[in-house]
């Protein structure tokens, strides 16, 4: 026997050992809350109920509740820095978690403890992103205790009759059962306490552990929370969070790879009801674990903020991250949620289950969607005919859709088979360019509107429980006047400048197709954004129709501009843009926050937290260059290139008195003590 052969094999040996080592020390750590968590380095990081019991002594700014600021854009968050003088305290007195130097922030009912150093990863801006999460829960997890007779009690909630609605079939199912004829009291579930027939919840991605601490502070009817983290800082910090905000009974702090956590619970049979991935930057390598770690009829909420990828910077990383190839357009951001809803059925159907999609939203510089996952061979063959590519033209922004399968019905049963296309030709019909290819995406609708209306109808009988309340309505009230059949959108500002006239207004445009009788709306994604089922031909004949009353410069027009071809060709439809009392949508009416403005400079993306801390000074000055470059200019112009002009060249003096040369200062005369001649 060789050498090499035994090597290889001992090798192998070494590597099942080392593998069945890990799983049992995970399954040690996360099935017992008590043990200690101990990493390679020699660390140990003592779950909440392990740690010293100590009595916080906060300060009188943290008593009660924060201050709202004026503006509206952080409400219920707020940053205080203690002073040394309060954290030095006597032998004698109590001794409080926070050190010297970091600061205590407040959101919603939470207050954790982050440090000065950039050591775990932290945004403000995600707030809405957590007050959502929050909501949607709420009425998930009411829906799932409801069938099993538990209420939940939501503190500040008024007490009104809420429609039940069947997830599994999509559709109302009537209002919430009654107490039995003997008026015997149903169980109920209160924020903060243990519920044995409650949900069971995953975050993957913790990092300070703010978003599991508020679960556990504002959502009621939880089993048991585990914020996960690969980070031993952050789970160090998520420790104290969690024992600074005495939710241990609840929280429990996890140190591990989220996919060998989510594997690991998949194989012992022992799911999450809900798992929540806020990853920094693409979700890409946890959704396989993901789809298969949570319970049948469990939900997913992903959040993606690689949106530079998903909206047609890079489609050949957006392909190998998500199967999908994401094009330029302005409908790139709702096609950024199908295609995260695309890679989300896809990775599911490899092991027999589906996705049903409660909620999927377009905010800032993220998305983010809720999906309910379950198990059916029959419905997964199904899913082939949810997709479809898009063809989009370079020229004049119209696109059509290709539906990658087909399913037909004969009685009760369904036949599956290939769709046939392409639905364009060689080249768009009104522009003759060309056209690209993008997908396949999801094609179905991004949300279930019963449920968003219950979500809705949770926030108005409790005003006030989140700081972004007012928005999370906005925002979910355009959801619920999209659309759900008609994917993407076409943009005023769009169809305007391919044809080079002044815009309409969009009620002139909306009243424009209601006239002609077809269905229009908004979208929560875009701000000009126009959803309507009229085919691309009735668009342009409304805009050439616009064209005649506001007429452009054709003799200006190339010949193989889009907007020549477009104008040379009649309307066969007659366009009226009087304004109807439909054409303005209730949200639109009611003056609802629906697209807000950045409240302060660098709303956005983040520094990915490192060890260490601190953020890097060339990525700081990168901000300040690129921060309102077109609204502010540098008065010294260092920072210009310094490029001299061709005309003052040696040698090339004509033309030189016709040249603006660089504001740069001309040299002084040089003195010398000769008398002048």
């Known amino acids: 026997m060789s050498c090499s052969f035994i090597t290889a094999v001992t090798q192998d040996v070494l590597m099942k050992a080392e593998f069945a080592l890990l799983a049992w020390f995970m399954r040690r750590c996360i099935r017992q809350p008590g043990r200690t968590v101990t990493t390679g380095?020699?660390?140990?990081?003592?779950?909440?109920?392990?740690?010293?019991?100590?009595?916080?002594?906060?300060s009188k700014d943290m008593e009660g509740?924060?201050?709202?600021?004026?503006?509206?854009?952080?409400?219920?968050?707020?940053?205080?820095?203690?002073p040394t003088s309060d954290l030095a305290m006597d032998a004698g007195s109590c001794a409080g978690p926070v050190q010297t130097g970091e600061t205590v922030i407040a959101e919603g009912k939470a207050k954790i403890i982050f440090p000065s150093a950039n050591e775990v990863f932290y945004n403000p801006v995600q707030e809405f992103n957590r007050d959502l999460t929050c909501a949607v829960i709420t009425e998930f997890i009411r829906l799932q205790l409801s069938a099993k007779g538990i209420q939940i009690a939501v503190p500040g909630e008024e007490k009104v009759e809420k429609v039940v609605v069947d997830l599994s079939e999509g559709e109302e199912a009537g209002s919430e059962p009654a107490p039995d004829e003997e008026g015997a009291a149903r169980a109920v579930a209160a924020v903060g306490e243990v519920c044995k027939e409650g949900v069971r919840i995953l975050e993957a991605l913790a990092a300070s552990g703010l978003r599991s601490i508020r679960f556990a502070k504002e959502v009621p009817g939880l089993r048991a929370v585990v914020a996960n983290d690969f980070s031993s800082k952050a789970v160090e910090l998520m420790a104290r969070n969690v024992q600074f905000n005495g939710v241990g009974h609840l929280v429990t702090s996890s140190l591990a790879d989220a996919r060998m956590l989510m594997y690991q619970q998949k194989a012992e049979k022992h799911p999450f009801d809900i798992i929540d991935l806020d990853p920094y930057g693409s979700p890409a390598t946890?959704?396989?674990?993901?789809v298969q770690a949570v319970s049948e009829g469990g939900l997913l909420c992903v959040t993606c903020t690689d949106m530079a990828v998903m909206a047609g910077n890079s489609g050949e990383t957006c392909y190998s991250k998500y199967g999908a190839m994401s094009i330029k357009g302005k409908f790139c951001h709702e096609m950024a949620l199908r295609i995260i809803l695309h890679s989300l059925d896809l990775r599911a159907n490899c092991y027999q289950r589906y996705i049903v999609p409660l909620l999927a939203v377009s905010a800032d510089f993220y998305i983010r969607v809720f999906v309910r996952v379950f198990t059916g061979q029959a419905t997964v063959k199904a899913s082939a005919s949810k997709q479809a590519l898009v063809y989009n033209c370079v020229g004049c922004g119209t696109h059509h859709f290709q539906r990658l399968g087909k399913?037909?019905?004969?009685?009760?049963?369904?036949?599956?088979?290939?769709a046939s296309g392409p639905p364009v030709g060689p080249s768009c019909e009104h522009c003759h360019q060309r056209h690209q290819l993008g997908g396949p995406m999801w094609a179905e609708p991004l949300h279930d509107p019963a449920f968003v209306q219950r979500v809705l109808s949770a926030l108005g009988s409790n005003p006030g429980r989140f700081g972004t309340q007012d928005r999370i309505q906005g925002v979910l009230s355009m959801v619920t006047e999209e659309l759900s059949d008609v994917p993407l959108y076409y943009t005023l500002d769009c169809l305007s400048s391919t044809i080079h006239c002044n815009t309409?207004?969009?009620?002139?445009?909306?009243?424009a197709l209601l006239h002609a009788g077809y269905r229009v709306s908004l979208s929560h994604a875009c701000k000009n954004a126009i959803k309507t089922d009229a085919p691309p031909s009735v668009l342009w004949d409304i805009m050439r129709c616009w064209e005649r009353l506001h007429p452009v410069k054709r003799e200006r027009l190339s010949d193989t501009s889009p907007a020549f071809h477009i104008l040379s060709v009649e309307p066969t439809l007659q366009a009226s843009f009087t304004v109807r009392e439909d054409a303005n949508p209730k949200s639109r009416k009611q003056g609802l926050?629906?697209?807000?403005?950045?409240?302060?400079?660098y709303w956005g993306p983040k520094a990915r937290a490192k060890a260490g801390g601190g953020i890097s000074t060339s990525l700081q000055d990168k901000r300040k260059l690129h921060q309102n470059k077109r609204k502010e200019r540098a008065e010294d112009g260092g920072h210009l290139k310094n490029?001299?002009?061709?005309?003052?060249?040696e040698g090339s003096g004509a033309g030189a008195e016709k040249c603006c040369p660089s504001p740069e200062p001309?040299?002084?005369?040089?003195?010398?003590d000769s008398p002048p001649q």
């Open 41 to 58: 380095r020699g660390r140990r990081f003592p779950p909440p109920k392990d740690l010293p019991a100590r009595k916080l002594c906060p």
């Open 65 to 82: 509740q924060c201050p709202q600021e004026a503006n509206g854009s952080h409400p219920e968050q707020s940053e205080e820095r203690l």
């Open 286 to 290: 946890f959704l396989d674990a993901a």
């Open 407 to 418: 399913m037909t019905s004969h009685g009760s049963n369904f036949k599956y088979s290939a």
């Open 504 to 511: 309409p207004s969009l009620l002139q445009f909306r009243s």
């Open 593 to 601: 926050k629906r697209f807000q403005e950045n409240p302060e400079a």
């Open 643 to 649: 490029i001299p002009c061709k005309r003052l060249k």
């Open 666 to 672: 001309a040299p002084e005369p040089v003195k010398t």
